[in-house]
């Protein structure tokens, strides 16, 4: 008996450690630090360049820069910093994306007063879900109360998005900003934004995806 108990608890670890590895070995990187492959941008303006293993993007205009390929049900996690002065990005997921227009959810990233880095936005569309306008609304003052200290505005910025069917979650540095319930997008591709502040450079590193 005692045998049998044994060899079932070595199983149950070898099993457990098995899983484990596959599940780290699900996530994909979405950029390789040295090259723009994967990416692309449909706009006739903006410029992606890759420094010090970095995607910075540097505009005079809005525009996005896409994945290739289009994600439904995902955890997508990646860091941003944020140039000084103003500024404004965002990350597109499960996005639509056209010949100089992107739009869908958008995690915003606010270096703005109204700190509401984390909500989630319809970019070019219903514009924002979560949390609602105007910025002294009782939702506006719930979602900063619930995401106070999250983002660091001279600093690398951790994102997280899980998009499982028609649930949304967002977490800026391991705090939940966003969970909501919406279904107007199943699949769609991810992108990231440059606002259109002339000679600002918006930096992203450590994309990557793990598929649901």
Same mark, same amino acid.
């Given at each position: 008996? @005692?045998?049998?108990?044994?060899?079932?608890?070595?199983?149950?670890?070898?099993s457990?450690?098995?899983?484990?590895?596959?599940?780290?070995?699900?996530?994909?990187?979405?950029?390789?630090?040295?090259?723009?492959?994967?990416w692309e941008?449909?706009? *006739?303006?903006?410029e992606?360049?890759?420094?010090?293993? @970095?995607?910075?993007?540097?505009?005079?205009?809005?525009?996005?820069?896409?994945?290739?390929? +289009?994600?439904?049900?995902?955890?997508? @996690?990646?860091?941003?910093?944020m140039?000084?002065?103003?500024?404004?990005?965002?990350?597109?997921?499960?996005?639509?994306?056209?010949?100089?227009?992107?739009? *869908?959810?958008?995690?915003?990233?606010?270096?703005?007063?109204?700190?509401?880095?984390?909500?989630?936005?319809?970019?070019?569309?219903?514009?924002?879900?979560?949390?609602?306008?105007?910025?002294?609304?009782p939702?506006?003052?719930?979602?900063?109360?619930k995401?106070?200290?999250?983002?660091?505005?001279?600093?690398?910025?951790?994102?997280?998005?899980?998009?499982?069917?028609?649930?949304?979650?967002?977490?800026?540095?391991? +705090?939940?900003?966003?969970?909501?319930?919406?279904?107007?997008d199943?699949?769609?591709?991810?992108?990231?934004?440059?606002?259109?502040?002339?000679?600002?450079?918006?930096?992203f590193?450590?994309?990557?995806i793990?598929?649901?």
């Open positions: 008996m @005692e045998k049998t108990m044994i060899a079932a608890l070595f199983f149950a670890t070898v457990a450690f098995s899983a484990s590895e596959t599940k780290d070995a699900s996530w994909t990187s979405l950029f390789d630090g040295k090259t723009l492959d994967g941008n449909p706009y *006739g303006w903006g992606a360049k890759v420094v010090d293993g @970095e995607i910075q993007l540097v505009a005079d205009k809005k525009f996005f820069l896409c994945t290739d390929r +289009i994600y439904t049900n995902f955890i997508f @996690e990646a860091e941003i910093k140039p000084e002065g103003k500024s404004n990005s965002g990350f597109m997921f499960r996005c639509h994306v056209e010949p100089n227009k992107v739009y *869908g959810y958008q995690a915003e990233v606010d270096t703005d007063d109204r700190a509401w880095s984390g909500g989630l936005y319809d970019e070019g569309r219903r514009q924002w879900l979560n949390p609602l306008k105007p910025v002294d609304s939702s506006a003052d719930a979602f900063r109360e995401t106070k200290g999250s983002f660091k505005r001279n600093d690398w910025n951790t994102y997280k998005i899980k998009a499982e069917g028609p649930h949304l979650q967002i977490w800026v540095n391991n +705090i939940l900003c966003t969970d909501y319930t919406d279904d107007m199943a699949a769609g591709y991810i992108a990231i934004q440059h606002h259109g502040e002339k000679g600002q450079i918006y930096k590193r450590n994309l990557r793990k598929e649901l």
